[in-house]
């Protein structure tokens, strides 16, 4: 079964450094996303992706952040300067579709869970 | 108002026992609506989704009140393995014309023998 790949899946790094979270969504998706977990909260969209540019972004998603499809496998979310308050479980997702009345489901892939120190 | 509340439980079950769970969302406008579920620390992967004239799946049962903006999931017969959180999930479109998921803070169900 095609699945959502995602590396690292623990990251450790020192307040104010930079970090790259890579994913590989399924290869027949288009729509691609970064979603948040703090330990103890809930699920939090960050961004989306489609057609090598953003689609949608939250607030969280501030200039801090960035992603980038580099080639046509892989999609990264880079944090510049992590801050302790970064440190929390970031999920890549995939989907067919995105927009319109399709219903379609997001795949997650298994996660990497930033620490900063 | 959050977009999507949920009870937060933990509802602590027999096995053999029905549970139900309830989603309430804010936006009027939501267009797709899932229960995704996520066992500790891992992703969360899709349970069902949740249709109008609502359907079924298994032991699972799912409603939407486009109404009420009310979404439910029963779990009949509950099962050891069923134990995880239980998140209550809805499309919107986003200014952009494009979807995005938006999660409640689940409901965590444990199932005891």
């Known amino acids: 079964e095609p699945e959502v790949t995602q590396t690292p899946s623990h990251q450790v790094t020192q307040m104010g450094q930079e970090v790259i979270l890579r994913c590989v969504p399924i290869s027949n998706h288009l729509y691609f996303y970064w979603y948040r977990q703090i330990l103890g909260q809930k699920v939090e969209f960050l961004v989306s992706f489609y057609n090598n540019e953003i689609s949608e972004k939250s607030e969280i998603f501030d200039d801090q952040f960035s992603v980038e499809r580099p080639d046509g496998s892989n999609f990264t979310l880079k944090i510049r300067s992590t801050k302790l308050e970064d440190s929390a479980m970031y999920f890549c997702?995939?989907?067919?579709?995105?927009?319109?009345?399709?219903?379609?489901?997001?795949?997650f892939g298994q996660g990497t869970r930033l620490t900063v120190v | 108002r959050k977009e999507v509340e949920q009870d937060p439980g933990p509802f602590n079950v027999p096995e053999g026992a029905t549970v139900a769970f309830n989603c309430t969302y804010s936006n009027s406008a939501s267009q797709s609506f899932f229960w995704y579920r996520q066992d500790c620390r891992k992703e969360p992967k899709l349970l069902m989704s949740v249709y109008s004239s609502g359907n079924e799946d298994g032991r699972f049962t799912a409603q939407l009140n486009r109404a009420s903006q009310y979404i439910s999931l029963l779990i009949r017969d509950s099962k050891l393995s069923d134990s995880a959180t239980y998140l209550c999930v809805v499309k919107n479109r986003a200014n952009t014309g494009f979807q995005k998921l938006v999660f409640g803070t689940g409901t965590r169900l444990l199932v005891s023998p």
């Open positions: 997702a995939s989907s067919e579709a995105g927009g319109g009345a399709v219903v379609t489901e997001a795949f």
